[in-house]
Each structure stands twice: as C-alpha cells, then as structure tokens.
C-alpha cells in the first residue's frame, strides 16, 4: 500500500511540467518613434508612465538622442525628437508589473556626467527597498551598462523607477528585461495539477 502511494506521487510529479524562470525583454522597437505605449505592454505584463514635475507624462518611443543607445527606439516622457530624453529635475519612468517579479533590469546610456538609477518597490510600501545607481566618469560616457534590482526576502518586485540622478546630464533608457516564473498546468485522472517551478 505504500509502495502503491510513492508510485503515484511519482507519476503526479513526472505529469507536471518543470518549467524554470522566463526572461522577457521589451526592446521597444515594435512600435514607430513617437508611440504612445503606457499600456502597449499590458499583454506583456507592464504598463509605463512618466512621474515627476508635472506629471503624469506619457512614455513615448523615439530615437535615441544619446550616441551609443539602442536604435531604432529608446523611450522618452517628452515629445518624440525633444532631447533629452529625460531628466529627473523635469521627471522619470514608472514600471508596474501584473504580476511580482523576482529580477527586473534596464539598459542606461550616460552623456557626459550622466548618472542613472533604477529602484525596486512593493506592494504597500512607498519607499524603494533595493536602489542600484549607473557606472559614471568619463568611461562610461555613451556607453549602454544594464542596471539590475532584485527582490529581496519576502519583497517581490510589483514596480520600478528609473531615471538621471537629479543634476547631472540625461540619460538614454532602453532594453526593459524582467523574468516570469510560469504555472505548468497538466490535466491526469485525478485532476488537474497546477505547480510553480
């Protein structure tokens, strides 16, 4: 009888799919420059707005106006061909996700002494719980470096902000990247099975 019991749980386990984090990154180039696409991710899991002085913004796509961001499209809370990009005394980017993240990154491009960050938030907390800053100094001037938050403990990652440091030059963003961990879902005999991996 117990034997009989082991080797159903062994079947249950094999039915389930094993399925491991998926990445997905949104390079934001699907769309022409000058898109609006605050909920043009939804589908993807993410809407995006601009917050700061003034706003809300909408996020725009456009081309990079930093040398050494990605083209055709970065994104932008001003209107398309309007360098720069974005700076934080005028406002930055809002990345809420459907669903917690374990891991989200984004690609910065610095000019001049840009300075970048990107921060993590949760569910019901206005402060960011992890904060990581960009590489500065004349090396990493138009050069794209990926900035990457992590959930930590019990913090799921539910929403980003990124932008420039507040007094120094813009800088490009670009390159959105997050991981999902899928539910393998297989139907047996007994039902259906749903698991996390």
Not at 17 to 37: H, K, M, N, Q, Y
Not at 53 to 60: E, H, L, R
Not at 125 to 154: C, M, R, T, Y
Request: with cysteine.
């Amino acid at each position: 009888m117990l034997n009989t019991r082991f080797l159903i749980l062994a079947i249950v386990l094999c039915m389930c799919a094993t399925t491991s984090a998926a990445e997905i990154l949104i390079d934001f180039d699907d769309v022409v420059a000058g898109t609006v696409i605050n909920s043009h991710y939804a589908p993807q899991g993410l809407t995006l707005i601009g917050v700061g002085n003034g706003g809300p913004f909408d996020v725009i796509t456009q081309a990079p106006c930093i040398p050494g961001s990605s083209a055709p499209n970065s994104i932008s809370i001003f209107p398309d061909g309007f360098c720069p990009e974005t700076f934080d005394n005028l406002g930055w980017f809002r990345v809420e996700f459907a669903e917690p993240q374990p891991r989200v990154s984004i690609v910065a491009t610095q000019s001049g002494d840009g300075a970048s960050y990107l921060k993590a938030f949760t569910d019901g907390e206005s402060f960011p719980f992890d904060q990581k800053f960009g590489q500065s100094g004349p090396a990493w001037v138009n050069v794209p470096q990926a900035i990457e938050v992590l959930a930590s403990n019990s913090r799921m990652i539910t929403a980003v902000e990124f932008g420039a440091i507040q007094g120094t030059l813009p800088v490009g963003f670009d390159d959105l990247s997050f991981e999902i961990t899928p539910v393998a879902t297989e139907r047996s005999s007994w039902g259906t099975v749903k698991a996390t991996f």
